[in-house]
Structures are given as C-alpha cells and as structure tokens.
C-alpha cells in the first residue's frame, strides 16, 4: 500500500510543480491579475494559481482509479482502492472548482456563494459513503442519534459547505491557505496509515502532494495566488476526506484557525473584505479599525506583524492542531 500512497503524491506533486508556472504565465499574459494590497507599491500578482492544485488532484485520483481498476497494476502496487468513492471525489472537485471558476471570473453574490457547494456534496451522497462506518466521537463512541439517513441527507452536505466556506474566507496572506492545507492533509494522511484506511491515506496524499508543490510559488512573496479555485477545493477535500473515513471531529480540530475566524470574526461582521482594512507600516501589517478577521486580531495583539510571521504563526499553530489529532488517533 506504502508505494501506491507514495505514487499518488508524487502524481500529485509533480502534475501541480508543471502546471504552476504554466498558470502564472498564462495569467500575466491574460492579464489576469490581482494586487499584492499587503506588499509596498502593492505589486500585480497572477491568479487562479488553485487550478494547479485541481490539475495535481484530479490526475492524482485518475492514477488512483486506474490502479482500482486493472488487476496488474493492483498487483504492482499492493493496492485495491474503491473506485465508485474515488470517482465522487473526482466530481466533487470538479464541481467546486466550476463554482470557484465562475466566482472568480464573473462573481457570485456571497449569499449564493456560501450554499452552492452543497450542490458538491451530491456525489458523496451518491455513492452513499455514509455505510463505510459509523458516526463517532474519539474516545466516547458511536452516536446512536445520528441515523445513517441522517447523516447521509443532513450531515455530509453541511459538512461540505461548512469546510468549503471556511476556508474560501481563511485567506489573503502569502502562504496562508496552503501552507496551513498542507499541514492539515499531512495529518489526515497519517491518521489514514495509522488507521489502515487506504482511501484517506490516497486522497489525503493527492491533497498533500499538490499543495506542496503550489507552497513553492504561493510562499512569501508569493509569485501566484490559489484564488477561490484552489481555497474551495482545499475545504472541500479536507471536508471529504473526513467524511469518507468517519474523521469528522479530527477534520473539525483541524479546521479549528478557520472555524474561530468564520465564527467569532466574519459572521459577526457580516463577510468583510477585511484584506483592505490593514495597514503597512515599517514592514508590519496592522488593521486600520476594529479587527475583521483572526488575522487582524493577532496583528493587533502582536502590534503589528509582518505577513511572512503571520504565515509562519498559522502554520505553528497547525502543526499543533496536527500533532494532537494524530495522538488522539493513535490511541483513540
């Protein structure tokens, strides 16, 4: 199973390391562009780098698919993995980067925006991934009150447009979204080797691979940005792939930095632009009023804080969030 894991990150990884510059010169030429607003002459950068990413997922299931459904090649890799929840996968991915797409280019009224990716959920559903196990909660069990139908109908598509929005709006700082992705898919994808679970670990590994690769360009100072396409799609595999391996809670944890933001900061301020509220000064940002955001929070706390630590301060507290999910997975 370790060489197929193995293979689709490295698909993953190298699909997205190609695809990247390829984007960034076709943007520039497209003049498909945005403003670096945190960086001094706040410089044009490429978008809709997050097509990348989809580029790097979408061949990593394919080989996965692939392997799932020709005996030689489950031979050569010691792999059998179901083919049927895989392909969901794959149309969930291309749903929400159609959504991210069209927000991107022509715009969605953020209302609309917050429900259609219940309309990427639909696959899962399909492929009724809530008889693969049973809803628990580490440590204390199953949950005799929510019903397979339930969380068939009601928990898997509020879990897709939870994840997806949370993490649409937990952006706009270089290396911010992906680097903390990053992080997260690592930590499913142990979580899916310690467990056995070959799906998490091969959907976990396509995620990982393809945002370490997009990290090189979207890392202080960032040469590309992931945009809703790749933001969308980050929330949606990580809300998929703690469905399909009955993870919700870690996935929740995990998420913890996006649901704290969403929660405390963006609701209460009814979705703020909040990446217009700050200010440069001295090489730290601060906001300009009352904090919009968690980040604007710790850049208020700190006293201003350059955006290379603010990337660096998410991470820290993801690689946290990640060290205690994989413990309480180890000995749950």
């Known amino acids: 199973m370790m060489w197929f894991i193995l293979s689709v990150l490295l698909v993953a990884f190298i699909v997205t390391y190609v695809a990247t510059p390829v984007i960034i010169k076709t943007a520039k030429r497209k003049g498909i562009v945005g403003r670096d607003v945190h960086k001094p002459g706040q410089p044009e950068v490429p978008e809709l780098g997050g ?100 969380y068939l109908f009601v928990l898997i598509p509020i879990g897709v447009i939870a994840t997806t929005n949370v993490t649409n709006t937990f952006a706009g700082y270089n290396g911010q979204e992906t680097g903390v992705g990053a992080i997260a898919a690592f930590a499913l994808l142990m ?34 940005f992931p945009d809703d396409v790749g933001t969308l799609l980050i929330g949606a595999m990580i809300g998929a792939i703690s469905i399909i391996g009955g993870l919700e809670i870690f996935g929740a944890v995990l998420l913890l930095p996006h649901i704290i933001d969403f929660l405390l900061f963006k609701v209460p301020n009814r979705l703020p632009h909040a990446v217009v509220q700050t200010v440069l000064k001295d090489g730290k940002l601060h906001p300009k009023g009352k904090p919009l955001e968690l980040s604007q929070y710790i850049m208020n706390r700190a006293g201003g804080i350059a955006e290379k630590d603010l990337a660096q301060v998410y991470v820290g507290l993801e690689m946290l969030l990640a060290a205690a999910v994989m413990l309480a997975a180890a000995f749950a």
């Open 51 to 150: 097509l990348a990413i989809a580029a790097g997922i979408v061949m990593a299931l394919l080989f996965a698919t692939a392997v799932g459904s020709f005996s030689s090649l489950q031979m050569v890799f010691n792999a059998n993995p179901n083919v049927m929840v895989i392909l969901a996968v794959l149309c969930l991915v291309l749903i929400v980067e159609m959504i991210g797409m069209v927000d991107d280019v022509l715009g969605i009224p953020q209302h609309i925006k917050l429900l259609l990716p219940i309309v990427a959920a639909l696959p899962l559903m399909a492929v009724k991934v809530s008889a693969l196990h049973v809803f628990s909660i580490p440590f204390i069990g199953a949950i005799d009150l929510v019903t397979p139908a339930l």
């Open 191 to 224: 979580i899916g080797l310690l467990k056995g679970d070959m799906l998490v670990a091969a959907l976990s590994a396509a995620l990982l691979g393809s945002q370490l690769a997009f990290l090189k360009f979207n890392w202080y100072p960032a040469k590309v």
